[in-house]
């Protein structure tokens, strides 16, 4: 069974811990425990070693990811940082590809938009979907075809809290949308919280053109960024405009994986998603007994 990768758009809730040591900075309990596991959720282990790090190490990392001053102590900033909307994907340094490398074996690749928000008219959505498909679809030699019945290699929708694939939804703010990587099944779907107040730029809400290009580029393929500048870096951005464009990281990523606009021999070498393998600690496709072709946004709808 190939692997599927998912990625949230999330706050993760609290967990407990006591009492406070010394690289809690002098932040509160609550502040405390939220950074608990926020590390243990994005900076699981140690990628070399394999092993699990001390909350002091995971500070550390997370501190060099997101290029500041590396102290092993919690901080305001990173506090900030860690209560914003974001992708439920662990960290990594620059651009980075799925552990595994997953990706669309075939020069089209197919797309169907299952179901709406009431907050957008239908043909607005549309038109945002493609608009964010055709700024992946300018870098390299990969298009994307929208077909209106049956099953597409990416199936985006609309939905709220459980929706079948084993992550829920949970109302307006933390939760935003969530996408799988490549592969069979829910590989390469998207999926966006109903409950979120979507937009197409012109006024206060989630920015759907924003929020579908990031999820797109994991439904290519790619983890995140640590360039603040890149589609793909983890947080959730305000007030793009509509000049929104991919960053040279987020091309250099895309790059990676397919090759560029001339380089048609990168699709003969390009590999269907990998079989085996545990990645790096994020949840799996074949690990989740509930998660399965058969969720409701996988189907009419």
């Not at 959720?41 to 990392?61: I, V």
């Not at 914003?84 to 997953?102: E, H, I, N």
């Not at 298009?143 to 099953?151: D, E, I, Y």
């Amino acid at each position: 069974m190939r692997l599927t990768v998912l990625c949230a758009l999330c706050l993760l809730p609290s967990g407990l811990a006591s009492p406070l040591p010394r690289e809690a900075g002098g932040m509160s309990e609550p502040q405390w425990r939220q950074a608990q596991d926020y590390l243990r959720r994005f900076y699981p282990f140690n990628s070399e070693t394999r092993e699990a790090d001390s909350f002091e190490a995971r500070l550390k990392r997370m501190q060099t990811f997101f290029r500041l001053p590396v102290t092993g102590v919690l901080t305001p900033r990173l506090v900030e940082i860690m209560q914003k909307p974001r992708c439920g994907v662990p960290d990594v340094a620059d651009y980075s590809l799925f552990p595994t490398q997953p990706k669309w074996n075939s020069r089209v690749v197919t797309y169907r938009v299952i179901s709406y928000t009431r907050d957008l008219p239908r043909v607005t959505v549309n038109q945002l979907v493609a608009k964010a498909l055709a700024l992946w679809s300018r870098e390299i030699p990969l298009s994307f075809r929208r077909v209106l019945a049956g099953t597409a290699d990416i199936m985006i929708g609309f939905a709220r809290g459980a929706h079948g694939d084993y992550y829920p939804f949970d109302g307006p703010g933390n939760t935003l949308a969530h996408a799988f990587a490549p592969g069979p099944g829910l590989g390469g779907d998207a999926h966006f919280d109903e409950d979120e107040r979507w937009t197409d730029g012109s006024r206060l809400g989630i920015n759907f053109l924003v929020t579908a290009t990031h999820e797109l580029g994991h439904s290519l393929g790619l983890g995140h960024s640590s360039d603040p500048s890149a589609v793909m870096y983890p947080t959730y951005r305000v007030g793009e405009s509509k000049n929104f464009r991919l960053s040279p990281d987020d091309i250099k990523g895309i790059q990676k994986l397919y090759g560029n606009i001339y380089d048609f021999t990168s699709l003969l070498r390009a590999g269907v998603p990998q079989q085996e393998g545990l990645g790096n600690g994020y949840p799996l496709g074949k690990a989740c007994p509930n998660l399965t072709s058969k969720s409701p946004l996988r189907g009419e709808t």
